[in-house]
């Protein structure tokens, strides 16, 4: 059974937060209410929540908002008496944060900064809340051929995004030590499923195939990400919510690496497999672009910490995971066009012409 009888989500519009609500909805004992707070940036999309809103319209609340406004925060987790924050918001793509990264630094550092001013008042009131942050394995840095990411692992973000998500976890921390509030911090891999964004690799990718586009590899293609099924992520971070301790950091991961031509062609396999077409119709349409500024080689996570203390461990595949994702987006024709449509459109134009 739940700990917690209001959980305020924040980022629930977006890829991992639109599917931990629906994890909890769906497939956990949680009977409470969930109060998903949302900007709408390019990323957050309401539609991937539109069934929820009326399936659980009596335990489901929205509020557009920004995280940064610490009144209105206050406002609605009081009103609310919200008893666990599950903090998702971020500007979360490598790339953009390179193009621009000070909506990362407003975001990620003051937005998080701003929440945890929300969570201090209400300690120091004598209100029960735990605070619990999504973060990346980024903030490691880049590993070599060999070894993994631990908790204990020194930071070196070497991206702004990974700086920023860095820094964020350090005020989560620091607000732990200082003001005693309950906090719990996990560490992540890259997560792939139904509702990413399509400017991350794999939507990116079957996006592409579909509209017969081209696959742009950035480098030599043999950088490695470590892949987490994002149905996995979520009961990771609802598993720490209720037993994690407070304090601890625990690193999630997929133990799952996979350089990224090894990945998109597998990719292009399960696609036109379930198109029906030939084998290699869309291993033909692989670019090497230029390499990505900065680019990390390699992430792995060592998450025996979260497997041993927790009882955690992956239920997906990667084969049934990849699979199960393509034919998400397959079956999502109008929910791709909704969100390729308007800012995205007009930002990827200006930054990579007909590159992607
Ligand atoms: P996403 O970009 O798909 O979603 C982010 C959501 O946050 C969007 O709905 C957006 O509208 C909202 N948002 C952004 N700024 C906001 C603000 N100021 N106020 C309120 N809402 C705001 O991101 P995602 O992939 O779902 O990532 C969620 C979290 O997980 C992030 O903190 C990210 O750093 C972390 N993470 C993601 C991955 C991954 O592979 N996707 C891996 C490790 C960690
Ligand atoms: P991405 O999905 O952006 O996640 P992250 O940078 O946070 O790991 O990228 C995953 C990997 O794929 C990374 O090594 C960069 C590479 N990549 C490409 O080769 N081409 C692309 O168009 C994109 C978006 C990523």
New binding site residues.
């Given amino acids: 059974m739940s700990n917690f009888s209001s959980v305020l989500v924040?980022?629930?519009?977006?890829?991992?937060?639109?599917?931990f609500i629906r994890y909890l909805f769906d497939e956990t004992d949680f009977r409470g209410k969930i109060i998903n707070?949302?900007?709408?940036?390019?990323?957050?999309?309401p539609e991937n929540l539109s069934d929820i809103v009326t399936k659980y319209s009596d335990r489901y609340v929205f509020e557009k908002?920004?995280?940064?406004n610490y009144q209105e925060v206050c406002r609605v987790v009081e009103t609310n008496k919200v008893d666990l924050i599950v903090?998702?918001?971020?500007?979360?793509?490598v790339d953009r944060s390179i193009h621009g990264p000070g909506?990362f630094v407003?975001?990620?550092i003051v937005?998080t900064f701003s929440l945890l001013e929300v969570v201090r008042k209400l300690h120091a009131e004598g209100k029960k809340i735990r605070f619990h942050h999504?973060?990346?394995?980024?903030v490691f840095g880049s590993l070599g051929e060999t070894g993994k990411f631990l908790e204990t692992t020194p930071y070196d973000p070497r991206s702004p995004?990974s700086a920023s998500?860095a820094s964020s976890d350090m005020l989560v921390r620091a607000y732990s030590h200082t003001y005693g509030i309950d906090i719990t911090i996990s560490?992540?891999?890259?997560?792939?499923g139904p509702?990413?964004?399509p400017e991350?690799l794999l939507p990116l990718m079957i996006c592409n195939m579909l509209s017969g586009k081209n696959l742009p590899v950035y480098g030599d293609g043999k950088n490695i990400r470590d892949w987490?099924y994002?149905r996995d992520?979520c009961e990771a971070v609802w598993m720490i919510a209720n037993k994690g301790k407070s304090g601890q950091t625990y690193n999630v991961g997929g133990e799952n690496e996979w350089t990224n031509i090894d990945l998109l062609n597998s990719l292009c396999e399960i696609s036109a497999e379930l198109l029906k077409k030939p084998r290699d119709t869309f291993k033909k349409l692989i670019v090497y672009v230029p390499d990505r500024p900065g680019h990390d080689r390699r992430y792995a996570i060592d998450c025996e910490k979260i497997k041993k203390e927790l009882g955690w461990k992956q239920s997906v595949t990667f084969a049934e995971g990849l699979r199960k994702t393509v034919e998400w987006y397959h079956n999502n024709l109008t929910w791709i066009e909704h969100v390729k449509s308007g800012e995205y459109k007009s930002w990827l134009e200006k930054n990579y012409g007909e590159r992607k």
């Fill in positions: 924040t980022g629930g519009c977006g890829f991992i937060g639109a599917n707070i949302d900007c709408l940036t390019y990323s957050g999309n908002l920004d995280i940064i903090h998702f918001a971020a500007e979360s793509h909506e407003q975001t990620n937005g999504v973060s990346t394995d980024e995004y998500k560490n992540c891999s890259n997560n792939y509702y990413q964004f991350k987490l994002v992520h």
